[in-house]
């Protein structure tokens, strides 16, 4: 009997070790199959493509918990466009490359800049946009008014990036300047120590100037030192099939107007307002915010909508005082017409708690008769004209954008048509008369920067 147990133990021991030794051989099979897939095969087998970016205000960046940003957005649609789910690796600027070549991502979308250097070691796409590249300097800096005026001054870039490669061809060129290099330390951090006084000068594109002014009031965007860049998508040089889809991709964007849409939603808006408004926006929203955020936060969250919107469009209405009284005598933190007050019941327009939630109630409803518009996004910029010069003229701006054949759910065409209603060929004519449309466009732009700005702010 004992016999037979111990044949019986040594054979199962043998299946056993069989086994788990098949196991194992599959595992590795399996791996180096895998290690043999190009990234796109990869992409297509597992259902996920890899996003290799850094954390900036014009790539990726988290709002109000959710991911955002152009090269976010832009890579999202790349990603339904290949009908695959998107994961983000985010490694640091100098690793980027680095992760793309161990394989660790599937491209770099992070604002590149086709360089001699960059081509050595990537494959690039098609351009998608182009940008130049500007001094950046504090506003109490004597900034450079040509090339040679950089003679003895001090940049800061980050290492390996086409900042530095731009200032090493004007080293070349004869211009007595220095510079000193960081590594991982991004553009935007740079452009924060200028504005904080840290260092003097740096270089950033105009796109990435442009969006910081909203964030640090105190910069200044100086001359052009380069003539347009291109930028693009970076991929592996072992995968030209993921280049073919990246370029196909791009190609689709543009007929289909997705590249058109992401570039207006992020950078259409961006010249307005003035540095010296930011400047004192920031302040008040430092000082007068807290008062009140409790309230709209409340009353915001009521309606489902975003507290932060609601600040924009107080600030741009009061600055946030409660004691603020137009020329038009409305009144109150969000300037609330009379006929609106009336229609909502408000008969104290100066009590705060009032006004915001007569405010919010107002914007409401002028959301809700944009339902048509399919496009959450698009909805808001209609609803805020409508704030401010009332539904009936916007009404007749859309029924305009009708007539010239351009898309009434599109606020980039709103924004043609408004103005229209101070001509009299177009006012004479719509049922609602003549408005100072012009004003009502830049009113919008300008609460719609201010929403940009607060959802990048961190609040207690």
């Not at 996003?51 to 900036?56: A, P, R």
């Not at 705060?352 to 399919?374: N, V």
Request: charged share 25%; with cysteine.
């Amino acid at each position: 009997m004992k016999k037979f147990y111990h044949k019986y133990f040594i054979s199962f021991s043998l299946i056993l070790l069989l086994a788990v030794f098949l196991f194992f051989a599959v595992l590795i099979h399996k791996k180096d199959i895998d290690s043999e897939l190009t990234a796109f095969e990869r992409v297509k087998k597992n259902g996920i493509l890899r996003l290799i970016t850094d954390n900036s205000i014009n790539t990726y960046y988290y709002s109000n918990g959710q991911p955002t940003g152009f090269e976010y957005e832009l890579a999202e649609a790349f990603a339904d466009f290949l009908n695959v789910e998107l994961d983000v690796v985010v490694p640091g600027w100098n690793n980027m490359v680095l992760c793309l070549e161990q394989g660790k991502g599937d491209f770099i979308a992070s604002g590149l800049v086709i360089t001699r250097d960059g081509l050595e070691k990537v494959n690039f796409s098609i351009p998608y946009m182009t940008i130049r590249q500007h001094i950046i300097y504090h506003k109490e800096v004597l900034g450079p008014e040509n090339v040679e005026d950089l003679n003895s001054r001090t940049i800061h870039v980050n290492r390996d990036t086409s900042y530095h490669f731009r200032l090493n061809d004007l080293k070349k060129s004869g211009i007595p300047f220095n510079y000193i290099l960081y590594d991982n330390v991004s553009t935007e951090e740079l452009i924060r120590m200028v504005n904080d006084k840290e260092i003097k000068f740096t270089i950033a594109s105009n796109t990435l100037a442009q969006m910081s002014r909203r964030y640090y009031p105190d910069i200044r965007i100086g001359i052009p030192i380069q003539e347009k860049e291109s930028l693009a998508w970076a991929v592996s040089k072992k995968d030209p099939e993921m280049l073919e889809q990246v370029n196909k991709f791009f190609l689709y964007a543009v007929e289909t107007g997705i590249l058109k849409r992401i570039s207006e939603k992020y950078f259409s808006n961006l010249k307005d307002p003035a540095p010296l408004d930011l400047k004192k926006f920031h302040e008040r929203i430092e000082t007068r915010l807290p008062e009140y955020k409790q309230l709209i936060y409340k009353e915001a969250m009521e309606y489902g909508l975003d507290w932060k919107l609601i600040v924009a469009i107080a600030y741009q209405e009061s600055q946030l005082n409660p004691d603020a009284t137009s020329l038009n005598n409305v009144k109150g933190l969000m300037q609330v017409t009379s006929i609106a007050a009336e229609e909502l019941g408000i008969t104290d327009p100066f009590r705060p708690s009032t006004s915001i939630r007569a405010g919010i109630q107002y914007l409401d409803k002028m959301i809700k008769k944009f339902d048509h518009i399919e496009n959450d996004h698009e909805k808001i910029p209609f609803a805020l004209a409508s704030y401010n010069v009332g539904y009936g003229h916007v009404a007749d701006a859309l029924q305009i954008a009708k007539d010239m054949g351009l898309n009434p759910a599109k606020w980039q065409n709103l924004k043609k048509t408004l103005p229209l209603l101070s001509k009299s060929h177009y006012y004479t004519k719509a049922k609602h008369g003549y408005t100072r449309g012009w004003e009502a466009v830049q009113y919008v732009e300008r609460i719609l920067t201010y929403y940009d700005i607060l959802k990048q702010k961190e609040f207690m």
